[in-house]
């Protein structure tokens, strides 16, 4: 289904890659422009005053003859339609955010996820070896490490339309049955419970199950 969206627009742009979130120094992944085959990198995001760095890298992408190649957007509105036409996700950090919330947006759209294994993405990114491959939802890379973030990318530019079915199936199953507002929430509560002895989290599921009257909140007699 998530393919079946893909529209003209994306296939106009064969294989595009996202680079979603603000503009910020990161692994220069994109210096062999053989590497990147047909595919287009759509870096996607506002700089945020970080003006000097958005001329570096603007004059980064015409030194390495990369302007048919690269294509910085500036800030997207529309950034679910984004992640819908991604044919991949980039989310290069190099420094630990407290979560991050493009590797959980792109996986929700359906699309693989290659991102640097430091803060969130170890957590909401499923990569082998940390699970098996059939399970897997896309890459974790060391940060600062372009060439094996460069290998990635051809790996995920090389999937077959079936397989990256199966990475879209397997990302958005990944983000609904753990990232949602209901998920947060349930497991907070399941918190409150190992320390209070109560019965919160099985009060609400039976609330979110329809078991018992919405007036009466989780706790509640």
């Known amino acids: 289904m998530l393919e079946q969206q893909r529209g003209p627009s994306a296939r106009a742009l064969h294989h595009p890659v996202g680079y979603f979130g603000d503009l ?10 053989g590497q990147l085959a047909d595919a287009v990198v759509v ?7 970080r003006d000097a760095y958005l001329e ?22 529309d950034i679910a339609a984004a992640y819908l036409t991604a044919h991949v996700t980039v989310i290069a950090s190099t420094e630990p955010e407290a979560f991050g919330r493009a590797a959980i947006e ?15 993405p170890s957590e909401t990114v499923l990569a082998a070896p940390a699970v098996s491959v059939d399970a897997i939802t ?30 879209a199936r397997r990302a958005r199953t990944h983000v609904l049955g753990q990232f949602t507002v209901e998920s947060m929430q349930r497991r907070t ?26 007036t009466v909140l989780p706790g509640q007699p």
Not at 140 to 157: C, I, M, Q, S
């Open 24 to 33: 910020q120094p990161g692994p220069h992944w994109m210096g062999d422009p």
């Open 43 to 49: 870096l996607a995001g506002d700089a945020q005053g």
């Open 56 to 77: 570096t890298l603007q004059a980064d992408v015409a030194n390495c003859g990369l302007q048919a190649k690269v294509r910085i957007v500036g800030h997207v509105e």
């Open 106 to 120: 792109a996986a929700a759209m359906g699309s693989p996820v290659i991102a640097t294994s430091i803060g969130a």
């Open 138 to 167: 896309g890459w974790l890379v060391a940060p600062g490490d372009a060439d094996v973030l460069a290998e990635r990318l051809a790996n995920a530019l090389a999937l077959s339309p079936s397989d990256r079915s199966g990475f």
């Open 189 to 214: 509560l399941g918190v409150y419970d190992r320390l209070l002895g109560s019965t919160l989290e099985r009060r609400f599921c039976e609330r979110i199950a329809g078991q018992i009257p919405a």
